[in-house]
């Protein structure tokens, strides 16, 4: 976009200390909701508004929906491509992270929680060795746990060698779709191993797209016209 002049503002939910640099003007942190979100799409006076949040980031997605209505501003959603399951995968899905929690056996085993660090709660009274991941240093509620701090995109070599390292028998994770975190699904089914998918929370209907440069189109069509 910037290489495009278009003017716009990259806002970041503002739970990372260090997040990566845009060449853009950046925000950090809430709105206050979509009566917030509404008032600022007004003040600044933007024509367009581009949701390109994390696919589980439903709150922010919703306020962008109803914003977007109340502002009389067009919305676009850039959201990647739901994973699939292959041939060899041993996925078993689930609605949302309590059910995750729930499905887990009571054994003690070493598991891979690849889910971030927001929705950790449910995994509290679970018996278990804990493997997580963030891409910066932070607390968490889980004992037994073991924090490795890493940013990807990573490698499917690098993360057959993490879950051997550190023991694990099954991955859980929730569908982000993408390329950068793929890796872990494709260590897990040449490890044999079995996964539990947290579906995409569900949203209302909206413009979705799956490439920047549909983005781009959009952007692009809408100043042709004059919009």
């Not at 306020?63 to 739901?82: F, K, Q, Y």
């Not at 899905?93 to 660090?117: E, Y």
Request: charged share 15%; proline share 6%; net charge positive.
């Amino acid at each position: 976009m910037a290489d495009a002049g278009f003017e716009a503002v990259y806002s970041y939910a503002g739970r990372l200390q260090n997040p990566v640099a845009q060449p853009l003007p950046t925000r950090s942190g809430g709105f206050g909701g979509a009566d917030g979100l509404t008032a600022y799409l007004r003040v600044e006076g933007f024509t367009h508004l581009i949701d390109a949040t994390h696919p589980f980031a439903a709150t922010i997605s919703h306020n962008a929906i109803a914003a977007s209505g109340r502002a009389r501003v067009p919305l676009i959603a850039l959201e990647r491509p739901a994973w699939a399951a292959q041939p060899g995968d041993r996925w078993r899905h689930v609605a949302d992270f309590a059910a995750a929690a729930s499905v887990l056996p009571n054994d003690g085993s070493g598991v891979f929680l690849a889910i971030g660090r927001q929705q950790l709660a449910p995994f509290v009274g679970c018996n278990h060795r804990w493997m997580l991941r963030f891409a910066e240093v932070a607390s968490h509620p889980l004992r037994d746990a073991t924090l490795i701090v890493s940013r990807g995109p990573f490698t499917v070599a690098g993360d057959i060698a993490l879950m051997q390292r550190h023991g694990i028998g099954l991955v859980v994770t929730k569908n982000a779709g993408g390329h950068g975190a793929e890796a872990k699904l494709i260590a897990a089914r040449e490890l044999g191993l079995p996964v539990v998918m947290i579906d995409r929370p569900a949203l209302p209907a909206r413009h979705v797209v799956a490439r920047v440069a549909e983005v781009m189109d959009w952007l692009h069509g809408a100043a042709d016209r004059g919009v």
